[in-house]
């Protein structure tokens, strides 16, 4: 470090540490100009050649602007983090709300007993005939302790996978939606015949539908936002196949098991096409933890409304 800079030099910049004017020093270095830091009055101030004056102070002055935009980001995320830590908390005390719930319908069903069955079935001559709340109210209903159980385990597994990627809101209108969706479909697929069916399956496996479809059209969006990411059909070949694997081994059952194969594998549609869509507009992403938090609960209040319908 030299006591005075040489006559040729030009001032681009002074600083209060070293260490800032150094780091400026760099970015003129990273220009193919060479820089001093010459210490002056308490300052540290950066000399370059006269030659690399304009061009290092415009480089300079990028430098400082994106350090400025840095900071500004940073900013927000430590103010969003108590937010963030909030819905976090948010999104898993929705997985209790959803057991409770499931085992509160299934006391009242105990309850009632098969009256309340014959009200909220998912009939599909009914159904046909206008009874559309029954699509919802089957969804709460079960045959036994041990088919709750199996639809709240793997609804749960689902719904935590979901949380994260399209928060409480969506996770749980888009079970509900696909559940009802799917149950709306085997009605009108069994048209001139009588069907019966309960359960949460249809909306547990339009769950995982929702999971397929988001990872699809994910790995499609990876390619066109990134060139240089080849586009490999393996991609979007696993996603589907796991999926379908875990509906042929979650949701065909055994031999003696009455097991309604059409409405899991229907609910799985109805999620696929919902997720993809949610991953294709980024609805999720664009939605207010408000607006989430309404729509969870518009999920929680629409199966007490519709047994509210199936009960008058």
């Known amino acids: 470090m030299s006591a005075q800079p040489p006559r040729e030099l030009v001032q681009v910049g002074c600083y209060l540490r070293q260490e800032q004017a ?90 009632e007993g098969s009256h309340w069955d014959d009200l909220g079935a998912a009939d599909s001559s009914a159904i046909l005939r206008g009874e559309w709340w029954r699509t919802i109210t089957a969804l709460t209903l079960h045959a036994d302790l041990g088919h709750l159980f199996a639809n709240v385990a793997t609804g749960l597994v689902f719904a935590w996978a979901l949380l994260p990627i399209l928060g409480s809101g969506w996770t749980w209108m888009g079970l509900l939606a696909a559940g009802t969706a799917g149950n709306a479909l085997n009605a009108v697929l ?15 496996f339009g769950g995982l539908g929702l999971l397929v479809g988001w990872q699809i059209v994910a790995a499609i969006q990876r390619h066109h936002g990134h060139r240089d990411h080849p586009f490999r059909l393996r991609d979007t070949a696993l996603p589907l196949g796991a999926g379908l694997a875990l509906l042929a081994f979650l ?15 229907l ?33 929680l209040l629409f199966p007490a409304l519709a047994w509210l319908l199936a009960t008058l």
């Open 190 to 204: 069994h048209r001139g015949g009588s069907h019966l069916s309960i359960g949460a399956s249809t909306a547990v």
């Open 22 to 111: 150094e780091d400026r020093g760099l970015v003129v270095l990273a220009l193919g100009f060479p820089y001093w830091v010459i210490e002056d009055d308490g300052l540290y101030c950066l000399y370059v050649e006269g030659h690399a004056a304009e061009a290092a102070t415009h480089e300079l002055e990028n430098f400082e602007a994106e350090r400025a935009v840095q900071r500004e980001l940073e900013r927000q995320a430590m103010e969003q983090a108590p937010i963030s830590g909030l819905q976090r908390k948010a999104d898993s005390f929705s997985l209790y709300v959803f057991a409770w719930t499931m085992c509160l319908f299934f006391a009242i069903q105990r309850y």
């Open 251 to 265: 949701g065909v059952g055994g031999e003696n098991d009455h097991v309604d194969i059409m409405a899991h594998g």
């Open 267 to 299: 609910g799985m549609f109805c999620g696929g096409i919902m997720g993809a869509g949610l991953a294709w507009t980024h609805l999720p992403e664009r939605t207010s933890p408000g607006l989430q938090k309404g729509l969870a609960a518009a999920a």
